[in-house]
């Protein structure tokens, strides 16, 4: 399974990205997908991810300004981020899971300045 990633890039204080994420080869069925990012220093963290039944969960750094799609194929997951701040810049990761197993993506690197 292979995750290609895209959309990272330089933005403003304020400003918004958008990135987008597509799985391809054999894999069976998607049980959730979703996004993390690491800033430089620090650990691997949860951005948001998307069940197969649609529920979504965000983390607190991100409600209200990040978007994870619900009208995705299967394979691709998007976020929509708004109101990008300096503290969001990092390298995004996209994953989808098959049961408890999570394939990734190469990252993407967003970096915000203010």
């Known amino acids: 399974v292979q995750l290609q990633a895209s959309g990272g890039g330089l933005v403003q204080f304020g400003g918004s990205l958008g990135l987008s994420c597509a799985a391809s080869g054999k894999i069976l069925s998607i049980s959730a997908k979703g996004w993390y990012r690491q800033a430089p220093g620090k650990q691997r963290e949860l951005v948001a991810r998307?069940?197969?039944?649609?529920?979504?969960i965000y983390s607190d750094f991100v409600k209200g300004r990040f978007t994870i799609s619900k009208e995705n194929a299967w394979n691709t997951v998007d976020l929509q981020m708004n109101s990008l701040q300096p503290e969001d810049t990092a390298v995004y990761y996209c994953y989808v899971q098959n049961g408890r197993t999570k394939y990734w993506g190469q990252g993407t690197l967003v970096t915000v300045s203010s």
């Open positions: 998307i069940t197969n039944s649609g529920t979504t």
